[in-house]
């Protein structure tokens, strides 16, 4: 942990490209910031970017802080996350008027892109950790499973009509570079589909510092519907929708218990007997998560 406390880097305005930053709160090492000439929230200083990408490997599915970090068990929620996205492809139904091919970007282990090939999509999957991409192949069947980034992976042009990312784009050093490498991977007709944390919404204002989305380490940006626009148009996309329907998700109550807990270790203590009904799941939505839909300017 010394070590990366002595690698963390500053760095600019994603937008603006200057350090005129208004700090919002401190958490140990780290502040979550404003810029004052754009608006745009962000964290400083960050890890660099070879452990960035290296944290999502193994660590970050199995995490012992998911409060701060990752997933307790990721792979163990598999029958939530397809109900999850079961819910959310009727969002793409109401644009796409027939099954074709999908990229899903950051596609972890492939929930998503299972729900669509069951639906009669032909499904490519982006993830960049090796674990996830293996798991996909082989416990779900799904064979155009690519490891890399839009940055990295070679796709050709044109070809997707649908392509998604799903809680990613806060994860990435340069999301805008990755936006524009999908706007030339998407059909002229196509739609893209992202969705990411609303740091403005009226929940994450309430909680302050305690927002479950501060995972400093992880979510490097933190957009707001204005911020949001702004990347998507830079990148030659125009905004359609942006909505906080179907931005919730099935959790367990499990999950419930460990999230609770980030808000006071009391309330964890309270909450504890809800893990008795930890096979029970519920559907949450906070309104805190933008669900956006795009189009080739």
């Known amino acids: 942990m010394q070590e990366e406390v002595s690698a963390l880097r500053e760095v600019p305005c994603l937008f603006c490209g200057v350090h005129d930053e208004k700090i919002r709160f401190h958490d140990g090492v780290?502040?979550?910031?404003e810029c004052r000439r754009c608006g745009h929230v962000y964290v400083n200083p960050r890890l660099p970017?070879?452990?960035l990408h290296e944290m999502y490997q193994e660590e970050y599915w199995t995490s012992e802080r998911a409060k701060e970090f990752g997933y307790t068990q990721y792979l163990a929620e598999r029958p939530l996350y397809l109900r999850t996205y079961a819910m959310r492809s009727a969002l793409i139904d109401a644009y796409v008027a027939?099954?074709?091919a999908v990229l899903d970007v950051g596609c972890a282990a492939g929930f998503f892109l299972k729900v669509m090939h069951d639906k009669g999509w032909r499904t490519t999957g982006i993830e960049i950790s090796k674990p996830m991409v293996e798991y996909a192949r082989g416990e779900l069947g799904?064979?155009?499973?690519?490891?890399?980034?839009?940055?990295?992976?070679?796709l050709p042009e044109r070809a997707y009509d649908v392509i998604t990312l799903w809680d990613v784009i806060e994860h990435l050093e340069d999301p805008g570079a990755h936006?524009?490498?999908?706007?030339?991977?998407?059909a002229d007709d196509g739609i893209l589909v992202l969705e990411t944390q609303n740091?403005?919404?009226r929940f994450a204002?309430?909680?302050?510092?305690?927002?479950?989305?501060?995972?400093?380490e992880e979510h490097l940006y933190h957009f707001h519907p204005e911020t949001l626009e702004r990347l998507l148009r830079e990148a030659g996309f125009r905004l359609v929708e942006n909505t906080p329907k179907r931005g919730g998700k099935y959790v367990s109550m499990g999950f419930l218990v460990e999230r609770v807990g980030r808000l006071h270790p009391l309330l964890s203590v309270l909450a504890s007997p809800l893990k008795v009904f930890s096979g029970a799941s519920l559907y949450v939505n906070l309104r805190d998560e933008m669900v956006?839909?795009?189009k080739k300017a």
């Open 98 to 100: 027939r099954p074709g």
């Open 292 to 294: 956006a839909v795009a």
């Open 179 to 186: 936006l524009a490498r999908a706007h030339q991977a998407l």
């Open 199 to 201: 740091v403005a919404s």
């Open 30 to 33: 780290y502040r979550v910031v």
């Open 205 to 216: 204002r309430l909680l302050g510092p305690k927002w479950q989305h501060y995972k400093h």
């Open 49 to 51: 970017t070879e452990r």
């Open 142 to 154: 799904l064979p155009d499973m690519r490891r890399g980034d839009l940055l990295t992976v070679e």
